[in-house]
């Protein structure tokens, strides 16, 4: 004697009340290569900047006693000193001239004094600072700052 099975009926949700294309597994990108690379440009920029604005204002410090070095540099290699020797007066000056300020600050009582000396420092990290900005406002076509203004 033989047994026929029944076929069972067909309960499957997915069969009428969704399509069939929504059942397929499909991954989901939330981010695709282009849009990681602009999120990551964006994060690496904004750190370079901050890290070039950070390093800007760290080393105006050392305005003075790198014009004073650079000319000092200048003027032994113009006089003969030779490229090696006009590097190592330069650099000596550049270094005395940060060492004398230093202990000029500290050294002193008089506030006039004291103001007279930080300016002296101040002036030219100003200068470098604004030749910075105004640099930096260029790469980006903005031309509002106009010319420098004259020193003289």
Same mark, same amino acid.
């Given at each position: 004697?033989?047994?026929?099975?029944?076929t069972?009926? +067909?309960?499957? *949700? +997915?069969s009428?009340?969704?399509?069939?294309?929504?059942?397929k597994?499909?991954?989901?990108y939330?981010c695709?290569?282009?849009?990681?690379?602009?999120?990551?440009r964006?994060v690496?920029?904004?750190? !370079? #900047? !901050?890290?070039?604005?950070?390093?800007?204002f760290?080393?105006?410090? %050392?305005?003075l006693?790198?014009?004073?070095a650079?000319?000092?540099?200048?003027?032994?290699?113009?006089?003969? =000193?030779? &490229?090696?020797?006009a590097?190592? *007066?330069g #650099?000596a000056?550049g270094?005395?001239?940060?060492?004398?300020?230093?202990?000029?600050i =500290?050294?002193?009582?008089?506030?006039?004094l004291?103001?007279? *000396? !930080?300016?002296?420092?101040?002036?030219?990290?100003a *200068?470098?600072? %604004?030749?910075? &900005?105004?640099?930096l406002?260029? #790469?980006?076509?903005? +031309?509002?700052?106009g010319?420098?203004?004259?020193?003289?």
């Open positions: 004697m033989e047994l026929l099975a029944a069972p009926p +067909r309960f499957d *949700i +997915r009428e009340a969704a399509p069939r294309w929504w059942w597994a499909r991954p989901v939330l695709t290569g282009a849009t990681a690379m602009l999120a990551l964006l690496l920029n904004t750190f !370079g #900047i !901050g890290l070039f604005c950070w390093l800007t760290a080393l105006a410090v %050392y305005a006693p790198f014009f004073v650079l000319s000092v540099w200048m003027s032994a290699f113009r006089d003969g =000193a030779g &490229v090696f020797g590097l190592l *007066i #650099i000056s270094a005395l001239t940060l060492a004398a300020g230093q202990v000029a =500290a050294a002193s009582q008089s506030l006039t004291r103001v007279a *000396i !930080g300016s002296a420092f101040a002036v030219p990290a *200068i470098a600072g %604004y030749d910075a &900005v105004f640099a406002s260029q #790469i980006g076509g903005l +031309r509002w700052l010319a420098r203004p004259s020193l003289a």
